[in-house]
């Protein structure tokens, strides 16, 4: 376990044999650097002015949106799961990949912001160039529950205006209430975003293509992509982001939007994301 940064949180560092690197956090369940080969370049966006001493979110990385996904009554803003310690139950490296398996519970600080039991379990397989991650929700309670959210994927670029993201034409989306098709073939992002793609029966792959390299990005499970970008005004109202990082990063996010998933007592439900580093 290492602390990054000099900072609160406890981390873990992971390796593959050849040289890929990946940290998690166990402040949130949360994925915050990816080193992938050939280059051994970070490839997620971690904001400088992100608080990392355990006491709100990360501004970065892969935060975990759960049990829900934006506002709900007096729970914070896409659930407490990147608020709480989460443990690691396993750790299994090969040859080929190292692998971390973290789990949240119900405790009772879940409690106090919803009753159900349940478990979360979030599986990160580190390969060359590539990194898995998997979300598995169990309800080990005697109630049925429901729930959204998912994995809130801060990717890093060089420049936005050279950003691309392919793989959504024709898709349906919704911006500020509004219904959609996406016109474009190569998505740019030209000012503020903030959309919800309905991705579930789309049989392409995303990629973010930007002049340095490709990432590759392929969900399941997740019926939903959210593309979001504050842009510079969007920047500015956030504490915990400098104001000119929007030109930084793009969210591309997997994720469960408009309709829960329902669970009844003993099931579970998965889904997953998975970023492969391609050169451009
Ligand atoms: O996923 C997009 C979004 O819901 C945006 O509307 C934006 O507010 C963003 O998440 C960040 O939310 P946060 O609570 O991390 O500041």
């Known amino acids: 376990m ?25 402040h949130g369940g949360q994925l915050l650097s990816w080193k992938p080969l050939p280059h051994g ?13 355990g006491s709100s979110a990360i501004r970065g990385g892969v935060p975990i ?9 007096d729970s914070p803003n896409h659930g407490f799961a990147r608020l709480m310690n989460w443990r690691c139950v396993a750790r299994i490296v090969d040859e080929n ?11 009772e600080e879940t409690k106090v912001f919803w009753r159900a039991d349940f478990n979360l ?3 990160v397989t580190l390969f060359d160039s590539s990194i898995h991650m998997h979300c598995e929700v169990t309800n080990t309670g005697g109630k049925e529950f429901s729930f959204s959210g998912g994995l809130h994927t801060y990717l890093l670029t060089h420049d936005i205006s050279k950003t691309r993201l392919s793989g959504l034409h024709k898709c349906a989306y919704v911006e500020a209430g509004k219904r959609y098709k996406e016109e474009q073939q190569l998505v740019e992002i030209t000012g503020e975003t903030d959309r919800v793609y309905f ?29 979001w970008n504050p842009w510079i005004e969007g920047a500015r109202k956030i504490n915990d982001m400098e104001d000119q990082d929007y030109l930084k990063m793009l969210c591309v996010e997997s994720v ?24 451009s």
């Open 2 to 26: 290492a602390q990054i940064l000099d900072q609160k949180i406890d981390c873990i560092e992971m390796h593959t044999q050849a040289g890929a690197c990946a940290v998690i956090s166990l």
């Open 41 to 53: 370049q970070e490839q997620l966006y971690l904001s400088k002015t992100a608080v990392l001493d």
């Open 65 to 73: 949106l759960f049990p829900h996904f934006g506002m709900q009554g």
């Open 97 to 107: 990949s190292d692998t971390v398996h973290l789990e949240l519970s119900n405790n």
């Open 121 to 123: 379990r979030l599986i």
């Open 199 to 227: 991705t579930d029966d789309k049989e392409q792959l995303l990629q973010l293509i930007s002049p340095e390299r490709r990432i590759l990005i392929e969900s399941s499970g997740f019926k939903q992509t959210v593309v």
């Open 256 to 279: 469960l939007v408009t309709e829960k998933v329902c669970l009844q007592a003993g099931q579970s439900w998965g889904g997953s994301q998975r970023l492969k580093y391609l050169e």
